[in-house]
Nanobody
Framework: DLVESGGGLVQAGGSLRLSCVAS????????MGWFRQAPGKERTFVAS????????YNADSVKGRFTISRDNAKNTVSLQMNSLKPEDTALYYC????????????WGQGTQVTVSS
């Protein structure tokens, strides 16, 4: 299971920190990612981090503002979101995939982030 937390309502320019706790899988064997889905739009990639944390990847739209990190001892992946914009409003999902696969196999239920202007 993947369980997200940390979403909420924030004003533009503010910050939020999302967390995702994983259970029931060998966490360190998985690449962890964050995705988001705005109302009426498709789910899109936000950021990912390799199992050892040495490789992080961010969508262009969040580069310089969002930072992904993980704590393998706590089975947790986090997304620090700064300088939030109204267009960041979406349902944010945590996801996991094996390092050898392209497809994300496990998904959380999502946590809502709303940024007011």
């Amino acid at each position: 299971d993947l369980v997200e937390s940390g979403g909420g309502l924030v004003q533009a320019g503010g910050s939020l920190r999302l967390s995702c706790v994983a259970s029931g899988l060998p966490f360190k064997d998985y690449v962890m990612g964050w995705f988001r889905q705005a109302p009426g739009k498709e789910r899109t990639f936000v950021a990912s981090i390799t199992w050892i944390g040495s490789g992080t990847y961010n969508a262009d739209s969040v580069k310089g503002r969002f930072t992904i990190s993980r704590d393998n001892a706590k089975n947790t992946v986090s997304l620090q979101m700064n300088s939030l914009k109204p267009e960041d409003t979406a349902l944010y999902y945590c996801a996991a995939r094996l390092n050898s696969r392209d497809k994300y196999d496990y998904w959380g239920q999502g946590t809502q982030v709303t940024v007011s202007s």
